[in-house]
């Protein structure tokens, strides 16, 4: 069978570089061509693997000459080259964040679906590399299988995404709701948003405290807590920030069956003798506590991440196979950029905001936010 023609658009970012890293390490994947309006950075790439060198990706993806497109530019333009790719009949990786705005999003995988009619088995992956830690696929299968049972709460305090002030003044764009559309919520936190939801599915409401340059010199957010409740009464709390140091990665899942907590990459489950909601009636001791076993998971196998996605995504491409045979369709990327939206729409109305998001009403606060955002 003939290898992916696959384009690279970006090729000349710091992201796309550690992608390039491990192409060659893939079968059936040929890098035929590589877009960037930096085409110097690009000669030496193009050479290396033989590929064909564009200075715009929308040239590239009109060429012929690419089968599948890799989407690794800034946040706000994945959508636009996305939807030509479709279009195209172009299979689409995309980096995180999908786009800046959930609504971006939702025409996005409108767009997608619209093109499935006329280019069939069309594929749609996102680059939500850390659903293939064994450690987080633990997490998920135990969230799943009944282990943990009926969502009781969850609770994921993620403040180990410290930046000093120097990294928001690397780049202009950095920091600035022009140049960015957000802060921690959509560059250092995608994929824990996606994570949240892929274990215990979305809150119905949330509400939330937005710290807008509470550590920085910047406009947007480097400080958030969020409250979540979801369908079933089962409440939830989200706190990030890139301000503080060492900082803090645990996260809890409770469940009536049992609990998980996951901190420096231990996994410990707590499994319920008998539901928690069964003990609590049938108990004669005021102060007891339900009978548990603690134990210590330690998931085996590689954390390939990154090269895993993308040799999922031209794998699936070679058998023909379906959406669902990715490890992260791309059409569930809009799921993070939600809550996110949510928890950044909550904290700057101080209100308590309802899921799905108004997304126009999102949509007109940033735009307010980038009128008033000073050039950095």
């Known amino acids: ?58 040239d590239m993806i009109a060429s012929g000459q690419i089968d599948a497109l890799f989407i690794a530019t800034p946040h706000d333009s994945h959508p636009v080259y996305a939807a030509q790719a479709f279009d195209a009949g172009i299979h689409v990786l995309c980096e995180k ?33 850390q659903r293939n830690r064994t ?86 957010e480097d400080d958030v807590t969020a409250l979540l409740e979801f369908p079933n009464g089962a409440t939830g709390t989200f706190c990030t920030s890139t301000g503080q140091t060492p900082g803090v990665n645990r996260l809890e899942i409770v469940g009536d069956h049992g609990t998980l907590i996951v901190e420096n990459e231990t996994l410990v489950y707590h499994r319920n003798h008998e539901p928690v909601s069964d003990f609590t009636q049938s108990s004669n001791d005021g102060f007891a506590h339900a009978p548990a076993d603690k134990i210590t998971l330690q998931p085996g196998g590689e954390n390939l991440e990154h090269e895993a996605i993308t040799r999922n995504f031209i794998e699936t491409l070679l058998k023909k196979g379906a959406q669902n045979d990715l490890i992260a369709p791309g059409t569930e990327m809009i799921h993070s950029l939600e809550l996110g939206n949510a928890m950044l729409l909550a904290g700057l109305t101080r209100t308590w905001v309802n899921l799905p998001t108004d997304r126009d009403a999102f949509v007109a606060k940033l735009e307010e936010l980038k009128a008033h955002s000073a050039s950095r």
């Not at 609504?103 to 992956?125: I, M, P, R």
């Open 1 to 58: 069978m003939a290898d992916i023609r696959l384009g690279l658009v970006g090729a000349a970012g710091s992201i796309a570089g550690l992608h390039l890293g491990y192409y060659d390490k893939i079968n059936g994947l040929k890098l035929a061509a590589v877009a960037d309006g930096q085409t110097e950075k690009l000669k030496p790439i193009a050479q290396e693997h033989d590929a064909a060198l564009f200075d715009d990706g929308h």
């Open 97 to 129: 964040p999908v786009a800046v705005t959930a609504l971006d999003a939702e025409k996005l995988n409108d767009a997608y679906h619209t093109a499935q009619k006329k280019h069939s088995g069309l594929l749609f992956a996102g680059m939500f590399n």
């Open 135 to 220: 450690d987080w696929r633990a997490v998920k299968r135990l969230c799943t299988d009944g282990s943990i049972g009926e969502l009781v709460r969850v609770s994921w305090t993620i403040t180990d995404w410290f930046r000093s002030q120097n990294y928001y003044n690397s780049g202009g764009w950095r920091g600035s709701w022009a140049g960015e559309g957000g802060g921690v919520l959509i560059n250092q936190c995608p994929h824990n948003l996606d994570l949240l939801q892929w274990f215990v599915g979305m809150p119905s409401r949330l509400t939330a405290t937005v710290g807008l340059g509470k550590h920085h010199d910047i406009e947007v």
